[in-house]
């Protein structure tokens, strides 16, 4: 199977980017014990806003993609974003891989 990509962009509320950097964290770890087909999931922050933050996932298949959204420990986690943390909601686009 060939791994895809994705890159997540999400605009958090002013002032609540220690809240959307702790509970991500929590998201990571979720993630990295439960979902064995998510080979990357890296959070940055964008230097000239700080509100915008940006999700680089990498899945071994479209399979592994799809079973990171349905997870249980990925819901549970992603539930603490809620609340007034976000601004927007994600913008999730494909990317290709080159090389």
Do not use: C, N, W
């Amino acid at each position: 199977m060939m791994k895809v990509g994705y890159m997540a962009t999400l605009k958090v509320a002013d002032g609540k980017q220690a809240d959307f950097e702790a509970a991500f964290a929590e998201m990571q770890k979720a993630v990295a014990a439960d979902e064995p087909g998510t080979l990357q999931y890296d959070l940055m922050q964008d230097e000239a806003d700080p509100t915008i933050y940006r999700v680089f996932e990498i899945y071994e298949s479209e399979e592994a993609r799809k079973a990171h959204g349905r997870s249980e420990a990925f819901g549970a986690a992603a539930a603490p974003l809620g609340g007034g943390v976000m601004a927007a909601a994600p913008d999730v686009v494909p990317v290709k891989f080159i090389s």
